[in-house]
Every structure is written in C-alpha cells, then in structure tokens.
Nanobody, 114 residues
Framework: QVQLVESGGGLVQPGGSLRLSCAASGSMFSIYDMGWYRQAPGKQRELVAVIMSGGSTNYADSVKGRFTISRDNAKNTVYLQMNSLKPEDTAVYYC????????WGQGTQVTVSS
C-alpha cells in the first residue's frame, strides 16, 4: 500500500509561487498515474493536475498555464509548481493516484492572501 505525505504549502501573496511535494512510500510508484487535488472550505475536492506514468500531463482549466505537475520516480515524489497564485487557489492540497485511490494524506494548506 502506498502512503502519501504532502508538503510545501504556506501563506503567499497573490501573484506569488509555491512548490508542493508529495512523497510516496512503497514500491512500483512509477507505474501509477498521479494527481494533485485540492479542497477549499465548504467545497468538494477537485482534481487540478494529473501526470501519467509515462509523463504526459493534464490540467484543470482554472490552473492551466499557471501550475506544472512533474514527477521524479527515483525519489518516489510528485511535485506541483504553482505560479501566479490567486486567492481562489486557497485550499488544502492533496496528492493521490488517478486511477487507483490510496489512503489520503494530511494534505498541505495553501493560503493566497495579501
């Protein structure tokens, strides 16, 4: 079973940047399509970015052109580079599998505010 630990969140001003990391335990990490999700207060969790096992990526329209997902299979880690952050990006961010759901981690809080 894969365990996931997210990190890298924080408080940032509008227009700023953050880089989130998701460290996965367990073997065979490289075969999984992975996604970054977020959940804002009072809202449902939403998928914002996906990276396939082969490296191709997809993004929600709301983050396209601002966020970049990447992975380092040697380190069992998925990243989310977030640029030009907006207040509406404020949420708890989680990573998880895209086609298979692992136990959810604790997430990392991102707050965009002046």
């Amino acid at each position: 079973q894969v365990q996931l630990v997210e990190s890298g969140g924080g408080l940032v001003q509008p227009g700023g940047s953050l880089r989130l990391s998701c460290a996965a335990s367990g073997s065979m990490f490289s075969i999984y399509d992975m996604g970054w999700y977020r959940q804002a207060p009072g809202k449902q969790r939403e998928l914002v970015a996906v990276i396939m096992s082969g490296g191709s990526t997809n993004y929600a329209d709301s983050v396209k052109g601002r966020f970049t997902i990447s992975r380092d299979n040697a380190k069992n880690t998925v990243y989310l580079q977030m640029n030009s952050l907006k207040p509406e990006d404020t949420a708890v961010y989680y990573c998880n599998g895209r086609r298979i759901e692992f136990d959810w981690g604790q997430g990392t809080q991102v707050t965009v505010s002046s």
